[in-house]
């Protein structure tokens, strides 16, 4: 079967809204992984092609070339599939414009980064990249002095709390207060589920297209971008691709990372230690909706403002909704890798919340119970589970996981309410499993 190239394009009923090469450069995308392909990558070809401009995109693999060869041998061209439980839908994109290794080229990346027709740098490098230390900050870094203040915005696309004000700490802290002049950093929240991609997913984009794609990604129907508006040069129209502009990102992202993303985890821990491959399949584990349904209203939902004009409780229903998928299969163990560098703005702001108002989070105090068991290794019935983290090692040495402060706020480890809860959950899971424990619930 041929494979997906501007060669094979002409035939398929699937065309990209643009091609490689139909507009220059304009931003540069570090982190070449699922995401940006069936998120950034989408918002920014609707808005080329509604709004126009030189807006292609040179995308940045920073280590890993297991997506950049497929796309180079691709013409860059490739597919995202919208999923739902009845149809798949195709379609093919072209937005890409070049693609480069940073390990393996970094003079040619800092040069694109350098390149004053450059005005926006997105990055997806996940929660752990965003060190002084990481390779690819130390990139962005280089790329950046060698601007010589040609103006840019660095635009995060990782589900981080303040991602740009993060981002914003981090250049300073390298390059001096001064760089803030021809730099923005706007925050945004990003928001689709986009599962890493499988033998599955080439089988589907090769049955709907008719040629072979070894870079499609599959994705949920829903997707959001809520950025805030501050680009010193100008950026792509991506309003008209259904982007939302606001000056208040973080009630916004607040709300996303706590519900959407807390409960992500949630299931994603209850459901590995249950023995539920996927997201969908935990959710549907007896008890569980009833107890995210619990988790949702009694612990999260009084720790949010929500943004104007949206109901919380509409919105919980909706994530429990997106979470039924059956055609995802977004494994559960996928979203439980890197808990330490996720559970901070998930779980525990909600817990250090609820407990500075007084109440004792019982549901998140089991979720967080259900990762220390995760933690340890072992499903409920003695499956060994992988423990995927960078601090995997100091998890493993740890005597009381409450002490380690890399990952809990000051006051966790001494509170007596906390940690008897805590208990009682962690003894609950030993003896009943997941299942008997959400089973005894109320
Ligand atoms: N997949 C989703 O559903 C989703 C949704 C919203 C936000 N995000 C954000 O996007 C990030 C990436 O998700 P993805 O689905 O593309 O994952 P992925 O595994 O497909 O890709 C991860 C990307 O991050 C890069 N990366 C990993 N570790 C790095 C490091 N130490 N330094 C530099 N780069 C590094 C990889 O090279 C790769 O390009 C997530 O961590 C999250 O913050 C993902
Ligand atoms: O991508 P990660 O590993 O940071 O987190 C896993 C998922 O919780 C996450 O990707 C969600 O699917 C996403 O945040 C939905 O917008």
């Not at 730099?183 to 033998?199: H, L, N």
């Not at 060994?384 to 493993?396: E, H, S, V």
């Not at 906390?418 to 609950?428: I, V």
Request: hydrophobic fraction near 45%; glycine fraction near 8%; charge should be negative.
């Amino acid at each position: 079967m041929e494979r997906l190239s501007r060669r094979t394009l002409d035939g398929l009923d699937h065309r990209p809204a643009i091609r490689p090469g139909d507009a220059g450069v304009g931003v540069v995308h570090l982190g070449l992984g699922a995401f940006h392909r069936a998120h950034q990558a989408v918002f920014t070809e609707d808005a080329i092609a509604k709004g126009g401009g030189d807006w292609a995109i040179a995308a940045v693999a920073p280590s890993s070339r297991s997506v950049l060869d497929p796309l180079i041998e691709q013409d860059l061209l490739y597919s995202v599939l919208t999923l739902d439980a009845e149809r798949v839908r195709p379609r093919v994109l072209g937005v890409h414009a070049a693609a480069l290794h940073a390990a393996g080229d970094p003079a040619g990346v800092e040069a694109r980064l350098a390149d004053p027709a450059v005005r926006v740098v997105t990055l997806t490098v996940t929660e752990k990249a965003y060190s002084r230390d990481s390779a690819i900050f130390r990139l962005l870094v280089r790329g950046l002095r060698a601007r010589g203040g040609a103006p840019v915005a660095l635009l995060s696309c990782d589900n981080l709390p303040s991602n740009g004000r993060r981002l914003r700490e981090l250049v300073v802290a390298e390059l001096g207060e001064s760089i803030v002049e021809s730099v923005g950093f706007p925050c945004s929240m990003v928001d689709r589920i986009v599962p890493a991609s499988t033998e599955g997913t080439y089988a589907m984009a090769q049955a709907a297209l008719g040629v072979v794609d070894r870079a499609a990604v599959a994705a949920e129907p829903f997707s959001q971008w809520v950025i805030e508006d501050d680009f010193p040069a100008d950026r792509p129209a991506w309003e008209l691709a259904g982007a939302i502009f606001t000056d208040d990102v973080a009630s916004w992202e607040r709300l996303k990372l706590r519900m959407l993303n807390g409960v992500h985890s949630a299931l994603a821990y209850l459901g590995a230690l249950a023995g539920a491959p996927t997201i969908d399949r935990a959710l549907a584990l007896p008890g569980m909706r009833a107890a995210m349904e619990s988790f949702i209203r009694t612990d999260i939902a009084p720790t949010l403002r929500p943004p104007e004009g949206l109901s919380i409780q509409r919105y919980g229903e909706s994530v429990l909704e997106r979470f039924s998928n059956p055609a995802l299969r977004h494994r559960t163990l996928q979203v439980a890798m890197d808990g330490t560098q996720k559970l901070p703005q998930r779980l525990l702001g909600t817990i250090a919340d609820r407990r500075a108002a007084g109440a004792t989070p019982r549901y998140a105090a089991l979720v967080l119970a259900a990762w220390m068991r995760f933690v340890r290794g072992r499903a409920d019935d003695g499956t060994p589970l992988p423990l995927d983290d960078p601090l995997a090692d100091r998890l493993r040495a740890a005597p009381s996981l409450l002490e380690l402060d890399a990952v809990f706020p000051p006051g966790f480890a001494d509170d007596a309410e906390l940690r008897a809860e805590l208990d009682e959950w962690g003894k609950a899971l030993q003896r009943h499993g997941v299942v008997g424990t959400l089973g005894a619930l109320p």
